[in-house]
């Protein structure tokens, strides 16, 4: 093998390495942690579902959900379970299914009835949050 050839082959895998670099990780922006409850009309809580909180058009904030627990609590995650919410106005939705296996699974026939078709969509919701830069614990959805 004669120098040139040398040389070439010691450079290719330094320009393809060079071609390829990994893309610099987006900066996390600070979370604060939030907690809310999520009741029916009749005040009991709704035990299962799922809600997610979309920031409102043109506006800051990355999505956010947070699983029901049979209490009808939740608490919100937008980058690891549990970090909590960037600070921004939300629309908030309710769906009624759970995502606790990874898969969406319908919650039970009387949950369902208490998560009313309007609180499914973003586009009928009435659920709106403002979200502060301070770790919260949210006024109850009522879904009525």
Same mark, same amino acid.
């Given at each position: 093998?004669?120098r ?5 082959l010691?450079?290719?895998?330094? *320009? +393809? @390495?060079?071609g390829c ?7 996390? !922006?600070t /979370?604060?942690?939030?907690? #809310?409850?999520? &009741?029916? *009309? %009749?005040?009991?809580?709704?035990? @299962?579902?799922?809600?997610?909180f ?5 506006g800051?904030?990355?999505e *956010?959900?947070? !699983?029901i627990q049979?209490?009808?609590?939740f ?9 909590g919410?960037?600070?921004a106005?939300?629309?908030?939705? &309710? ?5 606790? /296996? #990874? ?5 039970? =026939? =009387?949950?369902?009835r208490?998560?009313l @078709?309007k609180?499914r969509?973003? %586009?009928?919701?009435t659920l709106?949050? !403002?979200? #502060?830069?301070? %770790? =919260?614990?949210? %006024?109850?959805?009522? +879904?009525?």
């Open positions: 093998m004669n040139r050839t040398f040389l070439g010691l450079a290719a895998p330094l *320009a +393809l @390495a060079a670099r990994q893309p610099a990780p987006l900066e996390k !922006e /979370t604060y942690k939030v907690r #809310g409850r999520v &009741v029916g *009309a %009749d005040g009991q809580p709704v035990r @299962a579902g799922r809600v997610n979309y920031p409102e058009s043109g800051r904030g990355l *956010a959900w947070g !699983e049979p209490d009808g609590s608490t919100l995650t937008t980058y690891t379970m549990d970090d919410v960037i600070p106005n939300y629309v908030v939705t &309710v769906s009624p299914y759970s995502y606790k /296996t #990874g898969n969406p699974r319908p919650v039970d =026939a =009387a949950t369902a208490q998560i @078709a609180y969509s973003q %586009d009928s919701t709106t949050v !403002e979200v #502060g830069p301070r %770790d =919260a614990e949210l %006024d109850p959805f009522v +879904l009525k």
